[in-house]
């Protein structure tokens, strides 16, 4: 199955949408970083992601030290971003604490 890129037009109108994510430098994938109470909370967090992750079968890359998160989403099949990428945010997002 083939996963299809985001235009650029699309890249747009879903990081419009996506206001805490930031594309990355070379535009090929968008980053969020999260502060947790302590490491607890953020394991807890990375544990909820993993399980949806698994769910849909698109896995995160990410970097934990402490009580810091941060993940970078793209979709290595499609060579960029895709419509994977914005739905796992949406639900990174939905699960997230409010900053």
Do not use: C
Not at 7 to 12: I, L, N, Q, S, V
């Amino acid at each position: 199955m083939s996963i299809a890129r985001l235009t650029d037009a699309e890249r747009a109108e879903a990081l419009a949408a996506l206001p805490v994510w930031h594309l990355r430098e070379d535009g090929l994938a968008i980053v969020r970083k999260l502060k947790f109470a302590d490491f607890n909370a953020a394991f807890g967090f990375m544990t909820r992601v993993a399980i949806q992750a698994d769910k849909v079968d698109h896995h995160p890359e990410w970097f934990n030290v402490y009580n810091r998160v941060e993940i970078t989403l793209t979709t290595h099949d499609a060579s960029g971003l895709s419509r994977r990428d914005v739905e796992m945010a949406r639900f990174i997002d939905a699960i997230a604490p409010q900053a």
